[in-house]
Every structure is written in structure tokens, then in C-alpha cells.
């Protein structure tokens, strides 16, 4: 394709992917992400016939009326969308397929200082959420959807869903991106792996015997077809941090009984050392000697007795 049929192609794309997008002189005139990506268009045509300085020029200009930095030299496809597009930042070796679509925050950085392709390449029908970030170079295959501030350090294969910090494959053969702009229903591998331990935690409290934990929280009402099954996600997720609440509260309880009968035997110490020092002056005082038990009997008593026993004229 030629630069006017490229540019032309980035300029449909927007009304099918933007449904803000519904008139021609307004996206011409205010759209800045597209203002860009024709730039960019530009300056790229001049890397090709090897003309110097001027493209990183134009790369400048862009950036600083756009806020979206791209690298003249990356390979960019047809029908490339950049939605709102402030912070986007395109590095020198990246490749681009057609039909993809990164919003605002959008990083496709490279590592290492090599003057070679360091930089990822992206697939056909590729959807990069806002603030997500992708490093290194590496391959996101085709029809694949990276999740908001997702951080890709790995390869992707084809028909995935990336997610998390670091990214993470979550499904596989998901929804194709194409079909429409949803960076935001990911699947949450966090909150399945909570439902996964409260199913454990379930099956060891059946075998023990006790009350199936799951069973104290009805506000979850799984029954209803007609709710999306990310609400009904994010439903289970709320829950099982209820549940985790209640279970944080009442091991919190137990550290406090715990703390009391600590104090309460402390003081039971304390009392059995009185008692042992009690019981230590007592036998002190039982072996002392003492002269009050055996009084001495006085001389006026002694004189009076006998005066008593005296005979008359005797």
C-alpha cells in the first residue's frame, strides 16, 4: 500500500472502532492520535528513502502537539487506531500488524542497549488496553487482547488474554478483539484461584465433619443466566473477601482470647509465688524460738501465795 492508502485506512478505521467518531472534518481536525499516526506516516516514508534527521524532526513535532511518541523507523500496518493516545510511546524495531488498537498510556518499549530488534512485535486484530505495557522483544500473536496496565515481559500466542503484573495468559480462544474496544472485562485469575481454595477449604470441612463455610454468605445468587459472567466474577470475588474478612476477624478474636488467658495465668503465677513466700515465713516463724509461750511467774504473786500458806504465829 501506498501513504494514501495507508493514511486512508487509519482514517476509516476510527469510525469503525471509535463510536465518538460519527463526522469526518471533526476527527480530521481534533482527533491528535490521528494527527500522530499521520505524522508518523510521514516521517516513515522519509526513513524509507533514507533521508536523515527530518523524520526524528517530525517525530518531535508530533509528540509534542500529540503526546504520542512514535519511532519513524517502527513497522506500523494498515488500519492503526491509537484511541485518546496521550503517553503512547513506540520504540525504534517495532513491528505492527494490521488492524490493531492501543490506548492512552500504551508502552512498547525495549531492553538492552543492542543495536538490533529489541523492541516487541505485535500481530493482526491486537487490542493493548490503556497503561498496559509490553518489553522486550518478543511476539504478541495475533487476535490477542492485553489487559489494562498489564506488564508483557514473555511471549503471547495467538487468541489469548494477558493480564496482571506480570502478564499472564488468563484464556485462551477468547472473544476477538476486533469485535469490539473492551480492554476492561478481563478474566481476574486472582479471584478464581480464591474460588478454587474456599472449594478446598469446603471439601475439608465435609470431611471433618464441620459447617461448610461457603454455606454462611446467600448474598451470591449464581442462578440468573442473564448477568454477565465478569459481573458474576466480580460478585464471587467480593464475597470471598468477605469471607476472608470474616475469618481475618475471628482468628482475630482468638489472639485476643489467646492474650488474656496468657495475662490470666500469668497472674496465677504470681499468686502461687505469694502463697510459697507466705508459706516460707510461716515455718520461718514456727521454728524461731520464743519466750512469750512460758511466762515467768511474778514476785508479787509468788509473795502473795506465800503469805497464804503462813501459819498464824508461826
Known sequence: MNLWQLIRSDFRAIFERDPAATNRFEVALTYTAFHAVLLYRLAHALVELGIPVLPRLISTIARFLSGVEIHPAAQIGP??????????????????????????????GGTGKEHKKRHPTLGDHVVVGAGAKILGSMRIGSYTKIGSNAVVLSPVPDHCTVVGVPGRIARIKGELPEEGMDHIHMPDPIAERF??????????????????????????????????PTATADTDAAAVHRQLAGLAAQVADLQTAVAASQAQAAMAKG?????????????????????????????????KRRAVTRKPGG
Open 195 to 228: 474460588r478454587a481454595l474456599e472449594e478446598r477449604v469446603a471439601d475439608l470441612c465435609r470431611g471433618a465433619g464441620l459447617a461448610d463455610p461457603s454455606t454462611e454468605d446467600e448474598s451470591v445468587d449464581t442462578s440468573n443466566d442473564d448477568v454477565e
Open 271 to 303: 499468686m502461687a509465688r505469694e502463697i510459697q513466700e507466705l508459706r516460707r515465713q510461716v515455718q520461718a516463724a514456727d521454728h524461731k524460738p520464743s519466750t512469750a509461750t512460758h511466762p515467768k511467774p511474778k514476785a508479787s504473786l509468788t509473795r
Open 79 to 108: 488500519r492503526f487506531v491509537i484511541d485518546h493516545g496521550t503517553g503512547v510511546v513506540i520504540g525504534e524495531t517495532t513491528e505492527i500488524g494490521n488492524n490493531c488498537l492501543l490506548f492512552q498510556g500504551v508502552t512498547l
